[in-house]
């Protein structure tokens, strides 16, 4: 990754693969649960236990079973002790893609996405300082433990990952910002191998705020792309890959997921929570990441949209969908698995990423759940209900607060390059 | 050859005051500046802490909607960045004919609204001002910066220790050589909150607490000061601290030729402190160490080092100048800079 100013130029882009994947999130733990559940057009909310929401409007979300024990094998219950939530989201997640990727950690950046971190721990601090400022036990440890670079430092180590740290905070954009990063890094020949991934975990602030804004549905129940939707629901997890240059994942001998054949990423500077109504910057995203790819919106088989179920949001992306596709839009198949999982804010963009790589690995097209009326802006195909089908190229976009949007594109191996 | 990458503009906004003078002028002189208390009352008791703040005499803040109810960690940045772009580049980026990418790094971010928003959650959820939340997250300094000089192109936020902006240098490096953007911004902002203050006592009472922003303005070209060298960060993950900077200096491969400045990270707290020390022991030639004059800036840290050692470099004192330091709890550092003729 350094940089001198008297090193040789960079050769030319390289293909770059997925070799590793790993997923938890309210769906269920790992590849297979997930695929099981998003196959079977699963809905996975629940009544908010870790915090007090009874003063809220909403009290449902996609809440993770996580266990307050370390889990069997790979980590000690002191280092598991010392993870916040989202972290150890994130070292589950993380550890089975470096075992699905047949790795057991080594020299590689490490780059993960996030937006409320460790927060939790932050929140605990906060109440204590009111509750009790002189009274300095503990206190330490929570400032400390707070700092996401901390956290992340923690789970390198548990992982045996040693290279670079970086972290990404993009608001909803982040997991796939950090994907993004990664692609770049192995494809300039600035890393061969990269582990990246996106994590956050449900906490009070954050769900306080977005309830606040009255983004969340009062029903509990998100209906990306529905006339009538009314808002979205939070989730929690994480989504890891491991990111890598063809030439090295055939010379290990590593199975190959699949490739990663663009990704672009933009500033959307409307306002700082809406999108442009017309999707302008989302438009960018699509074009910049097909552009790359060498690919037009009529190879692409499936987008895992954003689709957060608010009614701006949906709007803007249906019309930059609309813009990007031109006369195939009806053909241009499309859901949001928010609709099941909820919005994973920070982690959302990886775990759509992992998600989109399961459906093009089993061959099929995971739903938008609880649609009754389609808005008039869906003129691509809605895919309300799972279905079979051949997945040779998909699309996922990310698009976060602030105006963070990203875009990747993924393929199997050898279809384009 | 690669192509060369050059630093052209600078902006820093620290408790010396606002702009990059005010900070050389209190380098130079060697002088700390006052710090003053930040205080509140919890039932019959005062807890008062020491800070040092960005003077409210000569604010630069750009004048921009969006910058109107945003808290400080935002306005700094913005006159920071607005520093380093200045007012031609900014021309040209209205105009469409540069595209500039915006890179902020934060240790501590947004806490002033997340402190205030998180109280009003907890106090009754259904009065949260939904207005303060989004000012929370810790990327919106950065897309205020971007709509702030009318930019679509990339924006990212990376949350580190304080040696993350050269991390946020490394990726501004990316994408100029990629060819995304023809220059980048790249600022560190952090603002001053009895909880974060509070917070870093727990570390040491000796720490002053300090707010602030720093920019630089990266390109592709042949300028005053070139970038020459951006090792790999040395991960904390797999080395201790001492090791890192150890590492990070053998990287670098700089000599200590009576001609080079060596910026470090030293606060003046000798624990923390210890690595920056243990690796750069033998260095002889000049050395500053900003921060002990400045503050603990967390985020900001090795921004305003960095700024500092532009300016060395552009007063023609040195030839060449390092900016080195060693976080807390992520990674150890370092930048080569040049002068060039």
Same mark, same amino acid.
């Given at each position: 990754?350094?940089?001198?100013?008297?090193?040789?130029?960079?050769?030319?882009?390289?293909?770059?693969?997925?070799?590793?994947?790993?997923?938890?999130?309210?769906?269920?733990?790992?590849?297979?649960?997930?695929?099981?559940?998003?196959?079977?057009?699963?809905?996975?909310?629940?009544?908010?236990?870790?915090?007090?929401?009874?003063?809220?409007?909403?009290?449902?979300?996609?809440?993770?079973?996580?266990?307050?024990?370390?889990?069997?094998?790979?980590?000690?219950?002191?280092?598991?002790?010392?993870?916040?939530?989202?972290?150890?989201?994130?070292?589950?997640?993380?550890?089975?893609?470096?075992?699905?990727?047949?790795?057991?950690?080594?020299?590689?950046?490490?780059?993960?996405?996030?937006?409320?971190?460790?927060?939790?721990?932050?929140?605990?601090?906060?109440?204590?300082?009111?509750?009790?400022?002189?009274?300095?036990?503990?206190?330490?440890?929570?400032?400390?433990?707070?700092?996401?670079?901390?956290?992340?430092?923690?789970?390198?180590?548990?992982?045996?990952?040693?290279?670079?740290?970086?972290?990404?905070?993009?608001?909803?954009?982040?997991?796939?910002?950090?994907?993004?990063?990664?692609?770049?890094?192995?494809?300039?020949?600035?890393?061969?191998?990269?582990?990246?991934?996106?994590?956050?975990?449900?906490?009070?602030?954050?769900?306080?705020?977005?309830?606040?804004?009255?983004?969340?549905?009062?029903?509990?129940?998100?209906?990306?792309?529905?006339?009538?939707?009314?808002?979205?629901?939070?989730?929690?997890?994480?989504?890891?890959?491991?990111?890598?240059?063809?030439?090295?994942?055939?010379?290990?001998?590593?199975?190959?997921?699949?490739?990663?054949?663009?990704?672009?990423?933009?500033?959307?500077?409307?306002?700082?929570?809406?999108?442009?109504?017309?999707?302008?910057?989302?438009?960018?995203?699509?074009?910049?990441?097909?552009?790359?790819?060498?690919?037009?919106?009529?190879?692409?088989?499936?987008?895992?949209?954003?689709?957060?179920?608010?009614?701006?949001?949906?709007?803007?992306?249906?019309?930059?969908?609309?813009?990007?596709?031109?006369?195939?839009?009806?053909?241009?198949?499309?859901?949001?698995?928010?609709?099941?999982?909820?919005?994973?804010?920070?982690?959302?963009?990886?775990?759509?990423?992992?998600?989109?790589?399961?459906?093009?690995?089993?061959?099929?097209?995971?739903?938008?759940?609880?649609?009754?009326?389609?808005?008039?802006?869906?003129?691509?195909?809605?895919?309300?209900?799972?279905?079979?089908?051949?997945?040779?190229?998909?699309?996922?976009?990310?698009?976060?607060?602030?105006?963070?949007?990203?875009?990747?594109?993924?393929?199997?191996?050898?279809?384009?390059? | 050859?690669?192509?060369?990458?050059?630093?052209?503009?600078?902006?820093?906004?620290?408790?010396?005051?606002?702009?990059?003078?005010?900070?050389?002028?209190?380098?130079?002189?060697?002088?700390?500046?006052?710090?003053?208390?930040?205080?509140?009352?919890?039932?019959?008791?005062?807890?008062?802490?020491?800070?040092?703040?960005?003077?409210?005499?000569?604010?630069?803040?750009?004048?921009?909607?969006?910058?109107?109810?945003?808290?400080?960690?935002?306005?700094?940045?913005?006159?920071?960045?607005?520093?380093?772009?200045?007012?031609?580049?900014?021309?040209?980026?209205?105009?469409?004919?540069?595209?500039?990418?915006?890179?902020?790094?934060?240790?501590?971010?947004?806490?002033?609204?997340?402190?205030?928003?998180?109280?009003?959650?907890?106090?009754?959820?259904?009065?949260?001002?939904?207005?303060?939340?989004?000012?929370?997250?810790?990327?919106?300094?950065?897309?205020?910066?971007?709509?702030?000089?009318?930019?679509?192109?990339?924006?990212?936020?990376?949350?580190?220790?304080?040696?993350?902006?050269?991390?946020?240098?490394?990726?501004?490096?990316?994408?100029?050589?990629?060819?995304?953007?023809?220059?980048?911004?790249?600022?560190?902002?952090?603002?001053?909150?009895?909880?974060?203050?509070?917070?870093?006592?727990?570390?040491?009472?000796?720490?002053?607490?300090?707010?602030?922003?720093?920019?630089?303005?990266?390109?592709?070209?042949? !300028?005053?000061?070139?970038? %020459?060298?951006?090792?790999?960060? &040395? @991960?904390?993950?797999?080395? #201790?601290?001492? $090791?890192? /900077?150890?590492?990070?200096?053998?990287?670098?491969?700089?000599?200590?030729?009576?001609?080079?400045?060596?910026?470090?990270?030293?606060?003046?707290?000798?624990?923390?402190?210890?690595?920056?020390?243990?690796?750069?022991?033998?260095?002889?030639?000049?050395?500053?160490?900003?921060?002990?004059?400045?503050?603990?800036?967390? !985020?900001?840290?090795?921004? %305003?080092?960095?700024?500092?050692? &532009? @300016?060395?470099?552009?007063? #023609?004192?040195? $030839?060449? /100048?390092?900016?080195?330091?060693?976080?807390?709890?992520?990674?150890?550092?370092?930048?080569?800079?040049?002068?060039?003729?």
């Amino acid at each position: 990754m350094a940089y001198f100013s008297d090193a040789p130029p960079p050769s030319r882009p390289r293909s770059v693969v997925v070799s590793g994947l790993g997923i938890l999130s309210p769906m269920g733990y790992g590849a297979e649960e997930n695929t099981i559940g998003f196959r079977a057009g699963r809905m996975a909310f629940s009544p908010v236990t870790i915090f007090d929401v009874s003063r809220q409007r909403v009290a449902t979300a996609g809440q993770v079973d996580l266990p307050d024990a370390a889990p069997d094998g790979g980590i000690s219950g002191k280092a598991w002790s010392r993870m916040d939530r989202g972290t150890r989201l994130a070292w589950i997640a993380a550890r089975e893609a470096l075992a699905d990727a047949g790795l057991s950690g080594g020299e590689m950046p490490l780059v993960v996405g996030t937006s409320a971190a460790a927060m939790p721990v932050g929140e605990e601090y906060f109440k204590q300082a009111l509750a009790s400022p002189v009274r300095r036990a503990a206190q330490l440890r929570r400032v400390e433990l707070y700092q996401a670079q901390r956290q992340m430092t923690d789970m390198a180590r548990q992982l045996g990952v040693t290279g670079p740290l970086r972290i990404v905070s993009n608001a909803c954009a982040s997991g796939a910002n950090a994907i993004g990063q990664a692609f770049h890094l192995v494809r300039s020949g600035r890393a061969d191998r990269v582990l990246a991934g996106g994590y956050d975990a449900l906490c009070q602030l954050v769900f306080s705020g977005f309830d606040a804004l009255q983004a969340l549905s009062p029903s509990g129940i998100p209906r990306p792309f529905d006339a009538a939707r009314d808002g979205l629901a939070l989730g929690e997890g994480a989504g890891f890959v491991v990111v890598e240059s063809a030439g090295s994942a055939k010379a290990r001998g590593a199975r190959v997921i699949a490739e990663i054949l663009g990704y672009g990423a933009a500033t959307d500077v409307h306002h700082l929570t809406q999108p442009h109504p017309m999707g302008d910057t989302a438009l960018v995203t699509m074009q910049a990441a097909c552009s790359m790819a060498g690919i037009s919106p009529g190879q692409i088989d499936y987008i895992n949209s954003h689709g957060t179920g608010t009614p701006l949001n949906d709007i803007a992306e249906g019309n930059a969908i609309q813009r990007w596709a031109g006369d195939l839009v009806e053909k241009i198949r499309v859901s949001s698995t928010k609709s099941a999982i909820g919005h994973l804010l920070g982690g959302a963009g990886a775990v759509e990423s992992v998600i989109c790589l399961l459906a093009m690995e089993g061959q099929f097209l995971p739903a938008s759940l609880n649609v009754r009326e389609a808005d008039a802006v869906c003129t691509f195909d809605l895919v309300k209900t799972p279905r079979e089908a051949t997945l040779r190229r998909v699309l996922t976009n990310s698009f976060g607060f602030g105006g963070a949007n990203a875009t990747l594109v993924f393929g199997k191996e050898g279809e384009i390059s | 050859m690669r192509t060369p990458l050059s630093i052209t503009g600078c902006g820093a906004v620290s408790p010396a005051g606002w702009g990059v003078a005010a900070m050389m002028r209190l380098l130079e002189a060697g002088e700390k500046p006052v710090p003053s208390f930040l205080e509140r009352a919890v039932g019959d008791e005062i807890i008062r802490t020491p800070v040092l703040r960005v003077p409210a005499e000569g604010a630069t803040t750009p004048k921009f909607a969006r910058l109107r109810r945003t808290s400080p960690i935002s306005k700094f940045a913005a006159a920071a960045a607005m520093e380093a772009l200045g007012e031609n580049r900014l021309a040209e980026v209205a105009a469409g004919n540069l595209r500039v990418g915006v890179i902020c790094t934060l240790t501590n971010g947004c806490v002033n609204y997340s402190n205030r928003f998180f109280a009003e959650a907890l106090a009754d959820p259904s009065l949260a001002s939904p207005i303060l939340f989004p000012e929370t997250v810790f990327n919106a300094p950065s897309s205020h910066l971007s709509a702030l000089i009318g930019s679509v192109s990339p924006n990212d936020t990376l949350i580190s220790d304080s040696t993350g902006f050269l991390s946020g240098i490394d990726l501004a490096v990316e994408w100029i050589v990629r060819g995304d953007v023809d220059g980048c911004l790249v600022v560190a902002s952090e603002e001053i909150d009895w909880l974060s203050s509070e917070g870093l006592l727990h570390y040491s009472r000796n720490y002053l607490p300090a707010e602030g922003g720093a920019a630089v303005y990266l390109e592709a070209s042949c !300028g005053p000061v070139e970038l %020459l060298r951006l090792p790999d960060p &040395v @991960s904390l993950a797999g080395a #201790g601290r001492e $090791q890192a /900077a150890c590492e990070i200096r053998r990287r670098l491969g700089a000599d200590d030729d009576g001609k080079t400045l060596l910026v470090d990270g030293r606060a003046g707290i000798p624990r923390y402190d210890r690595p920056d020390a243990v690796a750069w022991e033998d260095w002889q030639g000049p050395r500053w160490s900003p921060r002990m004059l400045l503050g603990e800036g967390m !985020g900001i840290s090795a921004a %305003l080092q960095t700024v500092a050692a &532009v @300016s060395a470099l552009e007063s #023609g004192l040195f $030839q060449n /100048a390092i900016v080195a330091a060693t976080g807390a709890n992520q990674q150890s550092a370092g930048m080569l800079l040049g002068k060039n003729p």
